[in-house]
């Protein structure tokens, strides 16, 4: 290990105290389920049903179509009421497969098959991983089977839990751990048996120290794995940031992590993994914290994905009395998606139903001033860029030099440039658009050249 934490970073508010010490909470939707066909990096799923189908719990409703692709499983039974357009988190539309929610929840018969994953070949492994549709549920659901299945397992060194749970407000993963810290451990186990010259780290910051405690436990006797407690600082649970602590490397966005020995999964994906080695138990469900100075009785949830954003709001009691809502967010503060409307469906990569009585963003533009070129946002960049700069070029519409000299691709758009800013200038707000710009204009010169 390098060094006890990364370069750069942030202290933001956690106000984890909303939330921290509710247990999570099974919820069964009511209503209709909505199954985005695009849940992951990678190819849509292609739908394996149609218009007034009957459906079961855990049954595959659209199968990967692609390497780079993955499974959607029904959380519910059912009749499909259509294969439709549906609005996102973003606000646009996607295809979408709806099923009437009979709110019985009538499982296939063939779930619940109990085997030791220790008994499991490689090959059975990640082919239950594929089945069950597991994606990466810490970031941008990548489909774990492909991430599983590097070109070189023997050249890694690393097999990375990670439990940091950095962003302020979120702690579903705490509890988790908390409370399955056994199947966690199993599950890198499973992971292990993949990567014959790895050793497993569970990487937990420090503001957790019940969890941190429950790992622990689980992972005595155990040789090959070990819990790492960190300092609590954000990002310390950016895929990047972790691994520059764990193996001591920075790489840049054009490597994976696989590329340095090093394979990084969130521990509700770990998680996910055993149910589905030991069980055959697919994807089906996540773990979602509801949770914000406008939400009546924050809380942690068991969400069958595909439930609305609005039935789980009400499902922690809805808005608090007197609250003014300002902004609603999926995921936190820091890294999360603002949403317009909170009748859009859960997702496999949904962690968190943040509401927010002040808006930092509004705050931010009605005190913007010029830079006063301070140099903060530099300092706490973990990625080591220049936002000052890379802002300027922006403004100068300069793109070529935002991306080649001020390696403006980096940006990981964690946040800590805006939050640690005093003149509040939206720095990761404009980079998020400039690397859009970018990814839009080369895919244009790549049409082009066919």
């Known amino acids: 290990m390098a060094k006890d934490t990364f370069r750069g970073g942030v202290h933001p508010e956690e106000h984890k105290e909303l939330s921290r010490d509710q247990a999570l ?6 209503g209709e389920m909505v199954f985005l066909l695009s849940q992951h990096i990678g190819k849509p799923a292609k739908p394996v049903v149609k218009k007034n189908d009957e459906v079961l719990v855990g049954q595959v409703i659209a199968e990967a179509d692609g390497f780079v692709s993955a499974n959607i499983v029904s959380s519910c039974s059912g009749k499909v ?7 996102t988190l973003s606000g646009a539309m996607m295809d979408a497969i709806v099923i009437e929610n009979d709110g019985e929840f009538r499982p296939l018969v063939t779930q619940e098959e109990e085997t030791d994953p220790m008994t499991l070949g490689n090959a059975e492994i990640l082919d ?4 069950a549709g597991i994606v990466g549920l810490g970031g941008a659901g990548f489909p774990t089977h492909v991430k599983l299945a590097p070109k070189d397992p023997s050249g890694i060194k690393y097999v990375i839990a990670n439990g940091a749970e950095c962003e302020p407000y979120i702690t579903c993963n705490d509890q988790l751990m908390r409370t399955k810290a056994e199947e966690i451990v199993e599950g890198v186990e499973t992971i292990l048996r993949l990567f014959p010259n790895a050793e497993g780290v569970i990487a937990i910051e420090h503001n957790k120290p019940e969890a941190i ?10 040789k090959d794995i070990r819990v790492l407690a960190l300092p609590t600082k954000y990002p310390q649970g950016g895929e990047r940031s972790l691994i520059a602590v764990i193996a001591g490397v920075y790489y840049p966005a054009s490597m ?37 100075e406008a939400v009546a009785n924050p809380g942690n949830f068991t969400v069958r994905i595909g439930t609305s954003f609005a039935e789980l709001l009400e499902a922690a009691g809805g808005l608090k009395e007197g609250a003014t809502l300002t902004k609603a967010l999926c995921g936190g503060p820091m890294m999360g998606i603002a949403m317009s409307s909170l009748d859009v469906p859960t997702q496999k990569t949904s962690n968190a139903l943040t509401l927010l009585v002040d808006d930092a963003n509004v705050l931010a533009k009605e005190n913007e001033t010029n830079c006063l070129r301070c140099g903060r946002c530099a300092a706490a960049c973990p990625q080591g860029l220049l936002p000052q700069q890379m802002l300027h070029a922006i403004h100068q519409n300069q793109l070529d030099r935002f991306e080649k000299k001020y390696y403006g691709m980096e940006c990981i758009s964690c946040g800590t440039c805006s939050y640690i800013c005093p003149a509040r200038r939206p720095l990761t707000e404009s980079f998020k658009q400039a690397k859009a710009e970018v990814l839009a204009a080369r895919r244009a010169a790549a049409a082009g050249g066919k």
């Open 25 to 30: 909470r099974v919820y069964d939707a009511k």
């Open 81 to 87: 009421k259509g294969i439709e357009k549906r609005r």
């Open 128 to 131: 239950r991983v594929k089945a």
């Open 213 to 222: 405690e429950a790992m622990k436990k689980a992972c005595h006797g155990k």
């Open 256 to 292: 994976l992590p696989a590329d340095v020995g090093c394979i990084v999964d969130n521990v509700g994906t770990i998680y996910a993994i055993q149910q589905a080695a030991r069980y055959r138990r697919p994807l089906i469900q996540n773990g979602i914290t509801v949770t914000g």
